[in-house]
């Protein structure tokens, strides 16, 4: 049997990748999610109604108002052309497990396009990266079956390896991780109808002053950023009718 030579480099630093760990949740500041209304409607033309779910980066940590965050900022770029009525499902911390959960829980409505922004807290927490597909796998079956989804938006992983908060050798290790899952759900999402696939590999050219002070979230010029993404995507593959 042949071993990934990233996962055995990988397995050989653990103790150091652990302390590492521990020292960046001790220093890194918990910044609040972004305040501020988490649903509404806004925009003129055809009705579109729009779930956001995911971690941290979908409840706008890293901007003070939910209208700096990535929720904010879709809705106002596609109000220009669409009428939305919008819903914010996002937790800092949540695992695509965690959300699978959200949704178990949550009364039915009727959504036509669901953005998914879930997997960084994955990769921090070694979920096995079978598992996790599968977990995805399930998020989007229940999408389209209890909340009637025509299509799902599903948003890349981040470049991790470029976290200025993350010291090295863990910033290596856990991008290295993040790219694996990352090339997994493009494929995954590229075999699945009515999905859009948006890479976030746009973020690596942004200078850090687009993100948070914390180093690790995005702040409002790579919410922007990241919204304009999507709101393009929306716009060449989901129906106006």
């Not at 409607?41 to 700096?68: H, M």
Request: one cysteine or more; proline letters at 7%; aromatic letters at 8%.
């Amino acid at each position: 049997m042949s071993l990934d030579p990233a996962n055995l480099l990988t397995a050989c630093m653990a103790p150091l990748l652990v302390a590492q760990g521990g020292y960046v949740r001790w220093r890194v500041p918990q910044l609040p999610e972004a305040a501020g209304p988490r649903e509404g409607r806004a925009g003129v033309g055809a009705p579109l109604s729009l779930l956001i779910l995911g971690d941290s980066s979908a409840a706008g940590v890293g901007a003070r108002e939910q209208r700096e965050a990535l929720a904010g900022q879709l809705v106002g770029a596609l109000s220009t052309w669409r009428e939305v009525s919008w819903k914010l499902w996002a937790t800092t911390g949540h695992t695509t497990r965690d959300a699978l959960a959200r949704l178990a829980a949550a009364p039915s409505f009727s959504f036509d396009v669901a953005v998914v922004a879930l997997g960084v807290n994955d990769v921090i927490r070694g979920r096995r990266l079978a598992a996790w597909r599968q977990e995805q796998h399930q998020l989007d079956a229940l999408l389209r079956t209890k909340f009637r989804v025509r299509h799902v938006v599903h948003s890349g992983l981040p470049p991790v390896s470029r976290f200025p908060a993350l010291p090295q050798p863990l910033r290596w290790a856990l991008g290295a991780r993040a790219r694996r899952f990352d090339r997994a759900l493009r494929a995954d999402v590229g075999q699945r109808s009515s999905a859009s696939f948006v890479p976030l590999d746009f973020t690596a050219s942004l200078d850090t002053s687009a993100m948070a002070t914390d180093g690790f979230h995005p702040g409002p010029p790579a919410y922007a950023a990241w919204a304009e993404r999507i709101a393009a995507a929306m716009a060449r593959d989901v129906s106006r009718g």
